[in-house]
């Protein structure tokens, strides 16, 4: 984490107008608002989401006191909710993957 000299943390404030719009212009990425801090939450929240995180614990770790707050802004992130299921049922159906040549062979020489 990033803090000041005083070991506080860094406030958003600071962090986009003295470290993040600067990083822009020097990688010669245009300062918009698609680009800006904004963004990185957004990106934040959709990769957590995608990588199964629960809706309460996104909620939290983006400071919002509802997460039902964080549901109706984040919803369109979630992964959709068949597409679970069916892996998941999937996966129940699914005979366990075959040993490696390498077993079958150890095997069948009595090792």
Known sequence: MTTTREGTVVGRNYFNGQIWKPALRKAGVPVTRKNGTHALRH???????????????????????????????YTHLMPSSAERTRKAIDALFTPPSEPSGDATSMQQDGL
């Open 43 to 73: 990106f934040y929240a959709s990769a957590l989401l995608d990588g199964g995180e629960s809706i309460r614990a996104v909620s939290e770790y983006l400071g919002h006191a509802d997460p039902g707050f964080t549901l109706r802004v």
